[in-house]
């Protein structure tokens, strides 16, 4: 069984990134083969509702990073996004790649349908609950399994590196990949 995580901070080993390989880590213990990849070096154009993916199953008419993202996604037995809190929201970059993933699931054959996945959150102060409740937005409406943890997947950190010393965000998150593991293997 494969797990991605992805990462949707354009910062290259900020917080998110960081966080993520908590998860990660935690994700090869319990025996999954993990892939991580960051949207901070990707061109992720948002969707222009040209309704191409209407028309041909699976297809995105966009020719940018999309394209080798989307197949890592749809291979995943787990699928877990990251993003920083920007003015109280996910990122530009992560909604872009959801944005394009979900309408291609929708016009085509959802291939995210009870996939096991989560998000997380980091921010320096605020807006995590927001942001959390703006990414399960899209689990939810794909039909995925999302188990919880023993809080909200958030943390928080301003610089770099930051987040790894918030210990109860750091112990929420291993706490969400154990049960990422554990419903994965029963659904399986
Ligand atoms: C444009 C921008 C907007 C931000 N907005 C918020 C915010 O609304 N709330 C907050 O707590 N932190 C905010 N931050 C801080 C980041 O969420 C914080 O530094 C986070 O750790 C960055 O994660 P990263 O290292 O993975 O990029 C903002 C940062 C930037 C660059």
Same mark, same amino acid.
């Given at each position: 069984m494969q797990?991605?995580?992805? &990462?949707?901070s354009p910062?290259?080993?900020g917080?998110?990134? !960081?966080?993520l390989?908590? /998860?990660?880590e935690?994700?090869?213990?319990? #025996?999954?083969?993990?892939? +991580?990849?960051?949207l901070?070096?990707?061109?992720?154009?948002?969707c $222009? /509702?040209?309704?191409?993916?209407?028309?041909k !199953?699976?297809?995105?008419?966009?020719?940018? @990073? +999309?394209?080798?993202? $989307?197949?890592?996604?749809?291979l995943? @037995?787990?699928l877990l996004?990251g993003?920083?809190?920007? +003015?109280? &929201?996910a990122?530009?970059?992560l909604m872009?790649?959801?944005?394009?993933a979900?309408y291609i699931?929708?016009?085509?054959?959802?291939? +995210? %349908?009870?996939?096991?996945?989560a998000p997380?959150?980091?921010?320096?102060?605020? #807006?995590?609950n %927001?942001?959390?409740?703006q $990414?399960l937005f %899209? %689990?939810?409406?794909? #039909?995925?399994?999302v188990? #919880? &943890?023993t809080?909200?997947?958030i943390?928080?950190g301003?610089?770099?590196?930051?987040v790894?010393? @918030?210990?109860?965000?750091?112990?929420?998150?291993?706490?969400?990949?154990?049960?990422? /593991?554990?419903?994965?293997?029963?659904?399986r």
């Amino acid at each position: 069984m494969q797990a991605l995580a992805i &990462s949707g901070s354009p910062r290259k080993e900020g917080n998110t990134w !960081q966080l993520l390989h908590v /998860a990660l880590e935690v994700l090869a213990a319990e #025996g999954l083969e993990t892939e +991580f990849v960051s949207l901070h070096n990707k061109v992720i154009h948002p969707c $222009l /509702a040209c309704g191409t993916c209407q028309k041909k !199953q699976n297809q995105c008419v966009q020719e940018d @990073d +999309f394209q080798e993202i $989307l197949p890592k996604m749809h291979l995943a @037995d787990i699928l877990l996004v990251g993003s920083p809190v920007y +003015f109280g &929201s996910a990122t530009p970059n992560l909604m872009a790649l959801l944005d394009r993933a979900g309408y291609i699931a929708r016009y085509g054959d959802n291939r +995210f %349908f009870r996939k096991v996945g989560a998000p997380i959150v980091v921010a320096r102060r605020a #807006g995590v609950n %927001f942001t959390y409740a703006q $990414l399960l937005f %899209f %689990f939810m409406i794909m #039909g995925m399994v999302v188990p #919880g &943890s023993t809080y909200w997947p958030i943390a928080y950190g301003l610089k770099p590196g930051e987040v790894l010393q @918030d210990a109860e965000g750091v112990e929420t998150v291993k706490n969400l990949a154990k049960n990422l /593991a554990w419903a994965a293997k029963k659904l399986r």
